[in-house]
């Protein structure tokens, strides 16, 4: 539409459109030029202050921002727009968190290989797949490797990973920990054996029942009460085993919905050829199931990654937490408008490519008419 | 088949349930009887004790929201209530500004305006986008930006903005307003009546009556001519400027309005999808035939197309009220008195009662999405197709 709007030589067919879906009644014409007005309004003023007139490396003086009191629109309050400075000399905390600088290398491998992980997952027209997919399966390993240390590479404490490191790792992990153990609760919610099924729901049910934060809780100060002693067990884990069964207890309900879709039949069939329940499951089921319930599964995975943020409550520095400490310093408070916006846009970019990802399987599957 | 060999036990199906769920029961069992022998011991090592003892001793913390009665001397337990009506409170205001905003944007993303339509996408995919937490911290940054206290923005005469809330007028009740109170509840019941009446009565003889101009009319004018009748009986302490703070009227918090805007705007875009999938669910031949029957379109809207998407809608909507709900508990990261930040956060700091205090907030949680979603359930049943269809 947008297309045909600004081909300007179809002036005709411009027209027309432009009358049927922006002027079609008095009314909708009105909105229509409110519309323009506050387009007119916002947009110039919000990228005047992202970009125009922003401060990026040096202010209005043409000095080095190095802290706040360096910033324009500290020193002219109300002229000029964002100081982005904050962001930029504090990119590494962003990315890394505290993470020693001379080992950010091992970091950046692991965020350049992620994508390559992950590629054979979401999209099975890719080149080499088959072999793609060893590499998904060795990469956590290497990642483990790589991000924590062990023979020939210095050890990094997780108490030093932060900002985004630390919000994909928490999401990413916890949801491929969770997935398997989704499978099983689904199937569980579904089995015919009293006892079996009681133990899924009264699992899922608790989980999605309370809120995350609470969990999160749960994980920080019950798990040290719960372990025997001389078994500690870190923050980064804590977060990630409350992250874990969140995220499980969610997936399960999306798989269950993709189960429910699968007439009975299938399995019938499939038990009547002779094949064990765990074959017909595995062969039979699962693949079909699992492929219906995709799209709601990434949209359960977009929420653990929105909610990889609450771990800040419990002291840990994600994105949302490291941007916060960086508020907290002396020399860059009160530039709380940057911070947000920045993180904002991070998450936005994540959670809005999955979710068109998504959009895009929904479409595939409706064409596809192979079950 | 015949003969009980062990390989026929084995693979008969029901002994092979049994023996599965035996061997869950028997781990899970283990699993527990672990759990508390370890913690039990660690309770020990570290010297708590155990029980709902600590409920009654004093709570020794301020909460800067109370609907009832609460001073740091009272009880954990009177702290608790505090807290939960809190959440219940900011639970119930954020489902309301939730569902206007979702319904306005949901209806908004059907409009037949191009423009219209993708404002309203435009704002459903900004705000869905990013953490509910970041919402919720952004706005109360932005409320603590407001002037201070001594210069306090006024405005409508009576109501004073600050970055510590919004002061306005406390409404003092006077002898009388009882009876006026009681002319509300008399003039709903009158409306109840009356629209029963009037529906049997059209039913009858297919006399539509304005039954909502009538009723509106006793539920707006007949309080207010009893109100004016008993002169008034209804004083405002108005706040005022005295030292650092102000003195009388009602505030209203910035951390309120913060959980307000936050949680309003983000489930308000969720809410929006599940309208607008709502509306487009009711097929179009509905519309078409309600039209060619010579409906109006607003009775078309009312009695044909709101009624079938309202079938969708209720079991996501619920949903979004469940979630609402429990990100209600996010009122910590700024100080929101809700039962997570005071009982489940002060309540276990000062009396180290980790797994009662854990328990019971997780139950109480627990027992209000229960509650709602049995209610939602019990309303959905009621929307549903009636019959066997």
């Not at chain 1, 798990?223 to 870190?234: A, M």
């Not at chain 1, 017909?280 to 943020?309: H, Y």
């Not at chain 2, 004016?228 to 009227?249: I, Q, R, S, Y």
């Not at chain 2, 999938?277 to 519309?287: A, C, N, P």
Request: proline share 4%; aromatic share 14%; hydrophobic share 50%.
């Amino acid at each position: 539409m947008l297309i045909r709007l600004l081909n300007v030589s179809n002036f005709v067919v411009t027209k027309n459109w432009a009358k049927k879906n922006l002027f079609s009644s008095w009314a909708s014409a009105l909105i229509t030029i409110f519309c323009f007005y506050i387009i007119l309004k916002i947009i110039p003023a919000g990228l005047d202050w992202l970009l125009f007139s922003a401060d990026f490396v040096y202010n209005f003086r043409g000095e080095q921002i190095i802290d706040r009191t360096f910033c324009s629109r500290v020193i002219e309050p109300g002229q000029h727009g964002a100081c982005w400075a904050i962001i930029i000399v504090r990119w590494n905390q962003f990315m890394y968190g505290f993470y020693p600088v001379e080992e950010i290398w091992r970091v950046n491998i692991v965020f350049a290989l992620t994508p390559l992980a992950l590629l054979p997952l979401f999209f099975d027209k890719v080149l080499f797949r088959k072999q793609f997919i060893y590499f998904t399966f060795i990469f956590p390993f290497i990642a483990y490797y790589l991000l924590y240390g062990g023979p020939g590479l210095t050890e990094i404490s997780t108490s030093k990973w932060g900002g985004l490191l630390v919000t994909l790792f928490l999401g990413l992990t916890g949801i491929i920990i969770a997935f398997p153990f989704s499978i099983l609760l689904a199937l569980g919610r579904r089995s015919k054996m009293p006892i079996i099924k009681s133990v899924s729901v009264i699992f899922i049910e608790c989980i999605r029942g309370v809120p995350l934060i609470t969990i999160l809780f749960f994980g920080n100060i019950m798990l040290p009460l719960f372990l025997p002693d001389g078994v500690n067990v870190d923050n980064l884990l804590r977060g990630l085993v409350a992250m874990t069964f969140f995220a499980a207890a969610y997936m399960a309900e999306a798989i269950r919905g993709g189960l429910q879709a699968i007439p009975n039949g299938q399995l019938e069939a499939a038990r009547s050829l002779g094949l064990s329940y765990w074959q017909s499951t595995i062969q039979i089921v699962l693949p079909q199931a699992l492929r219906i319930s995709i799209p709601a599964i990434v949209n359960s995975a977009i929420g653990v990654i929105k909610d990889t943020s609450l771990v800040l409550i419990v002291g840990l520095f994600d994105l949302l937490g490291i941007g916060r400490a960086a508020l907290a310093d002396m020399n860059w408070m009160k530039l709380s408008h940057e911070v947000y916006a920045f993180v904002a846009i991070i998450f936005f970019i994540l959670c809005f490519s999955m979710s068109r990802y998504s959009l895009y399987l929904e479409k595939k599957l409706k064409t596809d008419n192979s079950i | 088949m015949n003969g009980l060999t062990l390989r026929n036990i084995f693979f008969d199906e029901k002994i092979r349930s049994i023996l599965i769920q035996a061997f869950v029961v028997g781990l899970i069992g283990a699993g527990i009887y672990a759990l508390v022998q370890t913690t039990s011991y660690n309770l020990d090592k570290r010297g708590i004790d155990t029980g709902f003892e600590f409920l009654k001793n004093p709570a020794g913390y301020d909460i800067s929201l109370t609907l009832i009665p609460y001073a740091s001397t009272d009880t954990h337990l009177q702290a608790y209530f505090v807290g939960l009506i809190n959440t219940l409170l900011i639970a119930v205001t954020g489902c309301f500004v939730a569902t206007i905003i979702g319904f306005t944007i949901g209806i908004i993303r059907l409009s037949s305006n191009w423009l219209f339509r993708n404002f309203a996408y435009a704002y459903v995919e900004a705000t869905r986008n990013v953490p509910i937490l970041l919402h919720i911290i952004f706005w109360y940054t932005v409320l603590l930006e407001l002037p201070r206290i001594k210069e306090a923005d006024n405005f409508l005469k009576f109501f004073f903005l600050s970055n510590r809330g919004v002061y306005s007028p406390a409404p003092i009740l006077q002898d009388g307003m009882g009876i006026v109170f009681l002319t509300i509840i008399f003039s709903i019941i009158f409306a109840i009546i009356f629209n029963i009446w009037a529906k049997k009565k059209q039913e009858n003889t297919g006399v539509q009556l304005p039954v909502f101009l009538i009723n509106s009319g006793v539920i707006i004018f007949l309080p207010i001519i009893v109100f004016v009748a008993l002169g008034m009986p209804l004083l405002w302490d108005h706040p005022v400027l005295k030292g650092f703070n102000f003195k009388g009227g009602m505030v209203i918090r910035p951390e309120f309005v913060a959980m307000l805007l936050g949680l309003g705007i983000y489930t308000g875009s969720y809410i929006a999808e599940v309208v607008r999938s709502g509306i487009i669910s009711v097929s179009k031949g509905q519309r078409e035939a309600a039209s060619a029957l010579g409906l109006k379109k607003n009775i078309v809207m009312k009695l044909i197309i709101v009624p079938q998407a309202l079938r969708v809608i209720i079991p996501p909507l619920t949903n979004q009220y469940l979630n609402l709900t429990k990100n209600s508990s996010l009122g910590i990261a700024i100080g929101y008195a809700d039962l997570v930040h005071g009982f489940g956060g002060i309540s276990l700091n000062v009396t180290g009662q980790a797994i009662e205090i854990m328990a019971m907030v997780m139950a109480t949680y627990l027992t209000i999405s229960l509650t709602i979603s049995l209610f939602m359930n019990l309303y959905n049943k009621s929307v549903q197709f009636k019959g066997n269809s």
